[in-house]
């Protein structure tokens, strides 16, 4: 166990939806990294956040969002779903910029 | 941006033998490269990482190499295992950290 939390585990919805998922860092990490595993594929880097400021930005979509809340948890919010959305949503976090990512169980999104 | 190149994609090992998997990079301001181990079903996790600063980075069965003028990496595992079965990701940073290039992986299948 990393220490990091995804909720929920799965989830299973209808094209042209909305979802959220949340994380929650390790007690004291106050870097948040999203990406996404699509089946059979590596990771892609979608955004990172610190003490709840956006960081950087890699390959996200305009209909995705995300946002870091005081308490350090993140939440990625995905809308307008298309099936090619369907994948394994992680998130890491980190004390430091990027050292030692810990990552989080991940989140199986699958869009119908 | 960064282009990380992972090669082999899939790899096959008798127990006992070493294994070493190989990546390049495109950018040379990047300067920080982790490894991670993802098992079936599993969250990937950090098993190693290197700065630009050293050449090379020892942890019991693994180490990395990195030589910057080329710019490419290794992980090298010795005395393989069973357990170290799994897909196996290298990534490279810069900007502070704030974005990470993830390489397409390859799968280690240890043969007893």
């Known amino acids: 166990d990393s220490g990091v939390t995804q909720t929920p585990k799965h989830l299973i919805t209808a094209t042209g939806q909305r979802v959220t998922l949340r994380c929650s860092p390790r007690s004291g990490d106050l870097s948040v990294y999203w990406y996404q595993q699509s089946l059979d594929q590596g990771l892609q880097f979608l955004i990172h956040y610190y003490n709840g400021e956006e960081r950087a930005k890699g390959n996200i979509l305009e209909r995705f969002s995300a946002q870091q809340f005081p308490d350090l948890h993140s939440e990625l919010n995905l809308s307008s779903l298309e099936l090619g959305d369907s994948a394994l949503y992680f998130c890491?976090?980190?004390?430091?910029?990027?050292?030692?990512?810990?990552f989080g169980p991940g989140t199986r999104l699958t869009v119908t | 941006g960064e282009n990380v190149e992972q090669h082999p994609s899939t790899l096959s090992v008798q127990e006992g033998d070493s294994a070493v998997i190989k990546c390049t990079y495109s950018d040379s301001a990047s300067n920080y490269f982790p490894w991670y181990k993802q098992e079936l079903g599993k969250r990937p996790q950090l098993i190693i990482d290197i700065r630009s600063n050293v050449g090379e980075k020892k942890d019991q069965r693994i180490a990395v190499t990195l030589n910057k003028t080329a710019k490419h990496f290794s992980l090298h595992i010795t005395e393989t295992q069973p357990e170290d079965s799994a897909v196996y990701f290298c990534a490279a940073s810069k900007d502070n950290l704030n974005k990470f290039y993830f390489g397409s992986g390859t799968k280690l299948n240890v043969k007893p």
């Open positions: 890491a976090s980190s004390v430091q910029d990027g050292l030692g990512q810990y």
